[in-house]
T-cell receptor, first 112, second 110 residues
Framework: DADVTQTPRNRITKTGKRIMLECSQT?????MYWYRQDPGLGLRLIYY???????NKGEISDGYSVSRQAQAKFSLSLESAIPNQTALYFC???????????FGPGTRLTVL | GQNIDQPTEMTATEGAIVQINCTYQ??????LFWYQQHAGEAPTFLSY????GLEEKGRFSSFLSRSKGYSYLLLKELQMKDSASYLC???????????FGAGTTVTVRA
C-alpha cells in the first residue's frame, strides 16, 4: 500500500468551481506539504503544516486554502478555480528531522 | 526564490556518464537533495548532502561544495530507465522547507 495517497488523481473542472484535493499518509509524519508543478517552473510550495495546529503559507498561496484535519490528513482547496491553476499538484510528508520528503502520486487538475 | 539553477536538458548515450550541475545561494544553507522524477510520476529521493564531498550510492553519486554553492549529480553506466527529470532541492535555515530548481530532463539514447 502507498504511504502517501492523493485523491482524486485527475480532475477536470470549470472556472469558478470550488475544488478540494485530499492527501492522506500512513507514515506517521508530522510535517505535510502541498506543491504545484508547472512545466519549466519546477515544484513550488503552496502551503505547509508542521503539526495539526500549524499552518503556514508557502511562496504561492494566493487562491488556495488548506485544512489539517488530523496528523494523517492535509487537504488543499481552491475556493474559486481559475484556468491558471491548471497544474500537477503533489502532497508530501517528512519527519521532524526533515531529511527527506515523501511525495504522493499527484493530482492532475485542469480548470476550463 | 533561492535562485537554484540547473540545466534544462541533457542527452547521453546508454552506458555513458552524465553530470548534472546545480548552483544555489549559500546564505542560510542547511542541506541539498536530489530527486528523480519520471514523467507524470511523483519525485523520488536519490540523495542528501549536508557536508562537503562526494556521496556514492550505486550508479549515482552526489557532490557538494558549500563554499561555492555548488552540487552535482553523477549518473554512471546510464540505462534507458534513467531517462527522467532530476530535481535539485535546497533546505535553508533549518525550517525544513525545500526550494526546488526547475529540473533537468535527461534523455538516454541507445
Amino acid at each position: 500500500d502507498a504511504d502517501v495517497t492523493q485523491t482524486p488523481r485527475n480532475r477536470i473542472t470549470k472556472t469558478g468551481k470550488r475544488i478540494m484535493l485530499e492527501c492522506s499518509q500512513t507514515k506517521g509524519h508530522d510535517r505535510m506539504y502541498w506543491y504545484r508543478q508547472d512545466p519549466g517552473l519546477g515544484l513550488r510550495l503552496i502551503y505547509y503544516s508542521f503539526d495539526v495546529k500549524d499552518i503556514n503559507k508557502g511562496e504561492i498561496s494566493d487562491g488556495y486554502s488548506v485544512s489539517r484535519q488530523a496528523q494523517a490528513k492535509f487537504s488543499l482547496s481552491l475556493e474559486s478555480a481559475i484556468p491558471n491553476q491548471t497544474a500537477l499538484y503533489f502532497c508530501a510528508t517528512s519527519d521532524l528531522l526533515g531529511n527527506e520528503q515523501f511525495f504522493g502520486p499527484g493530482t492532475r487538475l485542469t480548470v476550463l | 526564490g533561492q535562485n537554484i539553477d540547473q540545466p534544462t536538458e541533457m542527452t547521453a548515450t546508454e552506458g555513458a556518464i552524465v553530470q548534472i550541475n546545480c548552483t544555489y545561494q549559500t546564505s542560510g544553507f542547511n542541506g541539498l537533495f536530489w530527486y528523480q522524477q519520471h514523467a507524470g510520476e511523483a519525485p523520488t529521493f536519490l540523495s542528501y548532502n549536508v557536508l562537503d564531498g562526494l556521496e556514492e550510492k550505486g550508479r549515482f553519486s552526489s557532490f557538494l561544495s558549500r563554499s561555492k554553492g555548488y552540487s552535482y549529480l553523477l549518473l554512471k553506466e546510464l540505462q534507458m530507465k534513467d531517462s527522467a527529470s532530476y530535481l535539485c532541492a535546497v533546505s535553508y535555515s533549518n525550517d525544513y522547507k525545500l526550494s526546488f530548481g526547475a529540473g533537468t530532463t535527461v534523455t538516454v539514447r541507445a
